[in-house]
């Protein structure tokens, strides 16, 4: 979309650049920069704006330590590293990728039902193949899938940061025990 707006604008500026040339030459590379990170910034489509932008902070922050995040996946999900480079091969982004075995775990759909379901549907968005995967819009499946991104999303790359083991806190208030048990 990006790039369309682009050349319609830089086709624009063609016709108009009789009035000042470097006045042209300027929004045309200001244009073609606007084109570039339109393009380059991955579209989630969840059909949520607060999960896309936990999304893109997640894809981001993998990007800047991509080792780090295939190891931290790999041990929260129970999937391999050499599993996540046959992701990032197909072209996955790496936001894609955990929200891919997130929707696996919470579905209870295999990994491989996931991406498959991607490879057909990623022009449809996320919020498509999720539902395709058993998680509706609103569900309690998808608050929680919104929940885990956002903790991932506080927590960067390692799930061992800020205490927490990525864990279920369901059922727990988080105060422990009160003492007034049988000892």
């Not at 391999?80 to 997130?102: A, F, H, R, T």
Request: contains cysteine.
């Amino acid at each position: 979309m990006g790039i369309t707006i682009g050349l319609i604008f830089v086709s624009f500026l063609k016709l108009t650049s009789k009035i000042d040339p470097m006045r042209t030459i300027a929004l045309s590379i200001l244009t073609l920069l606007f084109a570039t990170t339109v393009s380059a910034q991955t579209l989630f489509k969840t059909g949520s704006t607060e999960l896309d932008n936990d999304l893109t902070i997640i894809n981001k922050e993998a990007k800047t330590d991509l080792g780090l995040f295939k190891t931290d996946l790999s041990v929260e999900f129970g999937v391999s590293v050499g599993k996540i480079d046959n992701l990032l091969n197909m072209k996955m982004e790496p936001g894609e990728i955990y929200l891919s075995l997130e929707i696996s775990k919470i579905g209870g759909r295999s990994l491989d039902d996931v991406v498959k379901c991607y490879k057909s549907n990623k022009d449809k968005g996320w919020g498509y193949i999720a539902k395709e995967m058993g998680i509706k819009p609103g569900s309690a499946e998808f608050h929680e899938l919104k929940g885990n991104s956002k903790n991932k999303k506080n927590k960067g790359n390692s799930g061992s940061k800020g205490g927490s083991n990525g864990s279920s806190n369901k059922g727990n208030s988080g105060k422990g025990n009160s003492g007034k048990g049988k000892k």
